[in-house]
């Protein structure tokens, strides 16, 4: 097996007990880089020679005996919608090539303070506002199962190179699903945390980040493997005086009773906006609760309309936002394909919500302190909710660009990627199977700061799935 191949757990524990180096695992993914990035376009700046350097110094590190951290010398990616000394923060738009970062952003920071090494920058769509991963800096991004698919976004570019070797462990962020859809469309793992777990901060332009940027974003990992995950996000944990919602939470809580109770939601029922699951999707959420159930969870399907009127708060106050604020400079420095999805994408809201008032903007937030209280008590007697990952299989690419109506069903097949951050509780997708060539995920979604209890039922799914990374293009 290369070592391109190995988890990064394994990886970390090969290289500090020296039965590999950091260099030889960082020349396995360059390697794997050279020989497959050129078809899919995940990583669109490589740090070779940045990654070689960090390597020496890690492997330094080993044989002097200092203490090392838990990613000490293993090969990661950044996505470029983040701040990393040297690189440009160009959130996937030409015009934002200049200046280069000065200084990393937290999650960026934690990681490299962890002994990770940087070997690239992964691909996003424009804004990091799309379900596609393309733009016309850098191209489009390939999913590795099926080049005529979407690898999701925004973080299919980190999803990517995961899936294919390129790295061990990949750096997302999350404010509607952008590490989660991504994960389930290319058949790796990924996690939001909770709101406040991971210091961080969102900074691609010279703007204050717009309100619902500061309540539902979230900086978090990606992996191939649920132990890889858990300890990708502990690595990105360190506090940061920068990040003013950050929440100094132990990870060390007291374990669920048992039976721990498992509520599946197929369809929240709250009508537009949340749309049914394909049969494809329903049938691998069907998988996974009966696995679960076999492990010894306590599994029923339950009514949470809390996550659909979620979903739909979510586009009824960040679109507004977006529309105010961010829509002027789309117009002016998008690409084609962004001016064209945001134009489909306010038709359809349009057409759903029609002109949103002050009144029933705040209105959506003001409701969501009520929503939060619901789910807390129905999570008080059902700690975990087990979800489809997205109502529809990966997408064909350019879909979102057909038409405001297909633009309409793709929001309303993404209910449970929005429903989550709206409500600030953490949320991991897990692969499930393989239908048709592709893969298929499910969502498990838990109590605020409870990402442990979603890692335990995420690896039971993960051990019964038979989606395996890392693969060759497909």
Not at 299 to 325: I, M, S, Y
Request: hydrophobic share 45%; aromatic share 6%; glycine share 10%.
């Amino acid at each position: 097996m290369s070592l391109w191949e190995w988890t990064a757990r394994d990886l970390a524990a090969g290289i500090r007990t020296g039965a590999v180096s950091s260099a030889e695992a960082v020349e396995s993914c360059l390697s794997r880089v050279e020989e497959v990035n050129g078809a899919l376009n995940a990583i669109v700046e490589v740090d070779a020679e940045g990654a070689r350097a960090a390597a020496a110094a890690a492997d330094d590190a080993v044989r002097r005996g200092d203490d090392l951290g838990p990613l000490h010398g293993v090969p990661v990616t950044i996505k470029v919608n983040t701040n990393q000394i040297g690189f440009a923060n160009t959130n996937g738009v030409a015009a934002l090539q200049e200046p280069l970062a000065s200084e990393n952003d937290p999650q960026v920071q934690s990681w490299l303070d962890a002994g990770a090494v940087s070997v690239g920058r992964t691909n996003t769509p424009p804004f990091s506002f799309r379900w596609f991963t393309e733009n016309e800096l850098y191209g489009i991004t390939r999913n590795p199962w099926d080049s005529t698919r979407s690898p999701g976004g925004s973080s299919g570019g980190a999803a990517v190179a995961l899936a294919t070797g390129m790295c061990a462990l990949a750096h997302g962020n999350d404010i509607g699903g952008s590490i989660r859809f991504p994960a389930a469309c290319c058949g790796v793992t990924g996690i939001r945390p909770t709101v406040g777990r991971v210091p961080g901060w969102y900074g691609p332009i010279d703007l204050d980040p717009l309100l619902s940027v500061q309540i539902f974003l979230v900086q978090g990992p990606l992996a191939r493997t649920v132990g890889d995950l858990r300890i990708g996000l502990r690595a990105m944990e360190a506090p940061d005086p920068r990040d003013p919602w950050y929440a100094p939470v132990t990870a060390d809580l007291a374990p669920l009773g048992r039976p721990v109770r498992v509520g599946v939601v197929a369809d929240p029922a709250t009508g537009d906006f949340t749309a049914r699951p394909d049969p494809a999707v329903r049938e691998s959420l069907d998988l996974a609760a009966g696995w679960l159930r076999d492990a010894g969870y306590e599994v029923d399907e339950v009514q949470a309309p809390q996550l659909g009127e979620a979903a739909r708060l979510w586009w009824r106050t960040a679109l507004p936002e977006v529309k105010e604020f961010l829509l002027p400079l789309v117009n002016e420095v998008g690409d084609a394909g962004i001016r064209t999805f945001v134009d489909h994408l306010f038709t359809a809201f349009d057409d759903e919500f029609g002109e949103v008032g002050l009144a029933t903007y705040m209105g959506g937030y003001a409701r969501r302190g009520m929503l939060l209280r619901e789910l807390h008590l129905l999570m008080e007697d059902v700690p975990l909710l087990l979800t489809p990952m997205a109502a529809e299989p990966p997408y064909r690419l350019g879909e979102d660009l057909e038409s405001a109506a297909r633009a309409r069903e793709l929001m309303s097949a993404q209910w449970p990627s929005m429903a989550v951050p709206f409500l600030g509780v953490p949320g991991l997708s897990v692969p499930v199977r393989v239908h048709d060539g592709l893969p298929i995920g499910v969502q498990l979604i838990g109590r605020r700061f409870r990402e442990d209890t979603l890692f335990d039922a995420a690896e039971v799914i993960e051990a019964r799935s038979d989606v395996r990374t890392p693969i060759d293009p497909r």
